[in-house]
């Protein structure tokens, strides 16, 4: 994190530098720390912090922070749209494929979907999951300069740090429930292992898809 973090802040240095401005560092703490502080100060007020700014590229800053922001609140749409596609997806695949609480549809010989249901619907739920882990790092890094963390408050930053853990897990909880053998599970135990690890993935994706969902409105 920390690397990306520095990569992040040395392309907006030298972005700034490159404009014909110069880089102050007061101006990147401003961005990173308030930038919807400043996109709702009063007019005047803003006009003011402008001409403190001074130049060109003072005027120009809040256009640039709040074409960002309507971005991010783009991305964050999309990537919360992508991630409820997957759980939807991965719902209809626990209930087909069976859970801790229930034998699955598909082995009573009554699945949601058909044959279609047992046999390739897990493989549409892996490509959704994949296309939502783009879009959320893609909005994430994205938003990395706006800092929001530190302007939407304390719910902001516990919900960001619980979809961040869920987003990270996911895949690895994906993973084993789908190959069980990777971590050793015995042949004859593979069958409930898989149904107990199926109903933590999906428990862990409910509350990651609110998370997330809950933070991208915050930011509205």
Same mark, same amino acid.
């Given at each position: 994190?920390?690397? &990306? @973090?520095? #990569?992040?802040?040395?392309?907006?240095?030298?972005?700034? &530098?490159?404009?014909?401005?110069?880089?102050? #560092?007061?101006?990147?703490?401003?961005?990173?720390?308030?930038?919807?502080? !400043?996109?709702?100060?009063?007019?005047?007020?803003?006009?003011?912090?402008?001409?403190?700014?001074?130049?060109?590229?003072?005027?120009?800053?809040?256009?640039?922070?709040?074409?960002?922001?309507?971005?991010?609140?783009?991305?964050?749409?999309?990537? &919360?749209?992508?991630?409820?596609?997957?759980?939807?997806?991965?719902?209809?695949?626990?209930? $087909?494929?069976?859970?801790?609480?229930?034998?699955?549809?598909?082995?009573?010989? $009554?699945?949601?979907?058909?044959?279609?249901?047992?046999?390739?619907?897990?493989? @549409?739920?892996?490509?959704?999951?994949?296309?939502?882990? !783009?879009?959320?790092?893609?909005?994430?890094?994205?938003?990395?300069?706006?800092?929001?963390?530190?302007?939407?408050?304390?719910?902001?930053? +516990?919900?960001?740090?619980?979809?961040?853990?869920?987003?990270?897990?996911?895949?690895?909880?994906?993973? +084993?429930?789908?190959?069980?053998?990777?971590?050793?599970?015995?042949?004859?135990?593979?069958?409930?292992?898989?149904? @107990?690890?199926?109903?933590?993935? +999906?428990?862990?994706?409910? @509350?990651?898809?609110?998370?997330?969902?809950? &933070?991208?409105?915050?930011?509205?």
């Amino acid at each position: 994190m920390l690397p &990306t @973090v520095g #990569m992040v802040v040395g392309v907006l240095l030298g972005a700034l &530098t490159s404009s014909g401005g110069e880089a102050h #560092m007061g101006d990147v703490f401003a961005m990173g720390d308030a930038p919807r502080r !400043v996109l709702l100060m009063p007019a005047e007020d803003r006009g003011s912090l402008e001409e403190e700014r001074g130049g060109t590229s003072g005027k120009a800053w809040p256009k640039r922070t709040e074409d960002a922001l309507r971005t991010h609140r783009t991305l964050g749409l999309v990537t &919360t749209g992508s991630l409820l596609l997957t759980a939807g997806l991965g719902t209809l695949s626990a209930i $087909n494929e069976g859970t801790a609480f229930h034998e699955g549809r598909c082995a009573t010989g $009554n699945p949601l979907l058909g044959d279609y249901g047992c046999e390739s619907l897990h493989i @549409v739920h892996g490509a959704s999951a994949i296309l939502s882990l !783009v879009l959320y790092t893609a909005t994430a890094v994205q938003g990395l300069p706006l800092g929001l963390s530190q302007s939407e408050g304390p719910l902001y930053r +516990i919900l960001s740090y619980v979809h961040l853990v869920g987003i990270v897990l996911q895949p690895i909880l994906g993973l +084993i429930t789908a190959y069980p053998e990777v971590i050793g599970i015995n042949p004859g135990a593979q069958e409930r292992f898989g149904d @107990v690890m199926r109903t933590i993935h +999906i428990g862990v994706g409910y @509350v990651t898809v609110a998370a997330y969902a809950t &933070t991208t409105v915050l930011e509205f």
